[in-house]
């Protein structure tokens, strides 16, 4: 494990951009795809992008500050040769993310109807959002294992397993959304979106796997090292955690509430117009009215 994580630092660099440029490359070519999937179009990117703010949302509350956090004092402790610390932050960060994560995913596929009905007002949204659910709890605890081997000084588990992630998500949204071809817009953004998810569990799987495949020399190490004196109380490690996630959480937080904000107002004020605009036709007409707005926001 030492000889794996004492990777110099230039190698951990060159391995971060090119996994971030194959990252960019691959988003680039399933959006392109994306778009130009008949029936899809910009109708059904505004069911994606609609359900996807919520759920990034609610990934950023839950996730964001985790690596940094996580790889801070697991590296701390690493330094002074305490590795018994450093894997005990790592579990408890482990138990708190993973809790945080699975209460959000709950959360967001039971109460998707509402949150898009009353929040967006966009219903058909619901089903974009039960697809995404599942994967927040998956991104969280992923997020704490990318955290802890990056503190150890090896960013091999958070390059490969981003890789990983944005190439099944390419491959993953082409395939299934080429399978839905013909269906409802909103079904088709759905679909796409489960491939996101998936992608994420196919992620998760890597990095448990690698972590397995160390795990016995992690307990050699965590043996053989030096123990601190005096034990932290698990409290005191959660405060200290939350203390330093928090402002690196409420930071990314303002761009995204923003950007959800105008989604929001665009959405209500579109289908108001249209409500207004057709006051006093027939309920078909009105009907149709709704459904053009839709298709606008």
């Avoid at 958070?158 to 395939?175: G, P």
């Avoid at 979106?193 to 796997?209: E, P």
């Avoid at 109380?233 to 330093?244: P, S, V």
Wanted: aromatic content about 10%; charged content about 15%.
């Amino acid at each position: 494990m030492r000889k794996e994580n004492s990777t110099s630092f230039m190698n951990n660099v060159a391995m971060l951009m090119l996994s971030q440029v194959l990252i960019k490359i691959l988003g680039f070519v399933y959006r392109l795809v994306m778009m130009h999937v008949d029936g899809f179009g910009d109708i059904g990117n505004g069911f994606y992008n609609a359900g996807f703010q919520i759920y990034v949302l609610l990934l950023t509350i839950s996730s964001v500050g985790i690596p940094t956090v996580v790889s801070k004092l697991v590296a701390e402790k690493a330094s002074k040769g305490d590795l018994q610390a450093a894997h005990r932050i790592f579990k408890i960060s482990l138990a708190m993310f993973g809790a945080l994560g699975l209460s959000f995913s709950v959360a967001l596929f039971v109460f998707a109807q509402q949150v898009a009905v009353v929040v967006l007002n966009i219903p058909d949204v619901q089903y974009v959002l039960m697809a995404l659910s599942p994967s927040i709890v998956f991104v969280a605890v992923s997020a704490v294992f990318r955290g802890y081997f990056a503190g150890l000084g090896s960013q091999k588990a958070a390059s490969v397993s981003r890789t990983l992630e944005q190439f099944f998500k390419c491959v993953l949204t082409i395939a299934i959304i080429y399978a839905f071809i013909g269906r409802e817009p909103y079904i088709m953004a759905a679909s796409a979106n489960l491939a996101t998810t998936l992608a994420v569990i196919l992620s998760f799987s890597y990095l448990v796997m690698f972590y397995g495949r160390r795990r016995k020399a992690i307990k050699a190490e965590i043996t053989a090292s030096k123990v601190s004196e005096r034990k932290e109380k698990t409290w005191t490690l959660m405060k200290t955690i939350m203390a330093i996630s928090i402002p690196i959480t409420l930071g990314s937080l303002v761009a995204i509430v923003n950007e959800m904000i105008d989604t929001i107002t665009i959405s209500h004020s579109v289908q108001a117009f249209y409500t207004h605009l057709f006051d006093g036709c027939t309920e078909a007409l009105r009907l149709e009215a709704m459904r053009l707005a839709r298709d606008i926001i």
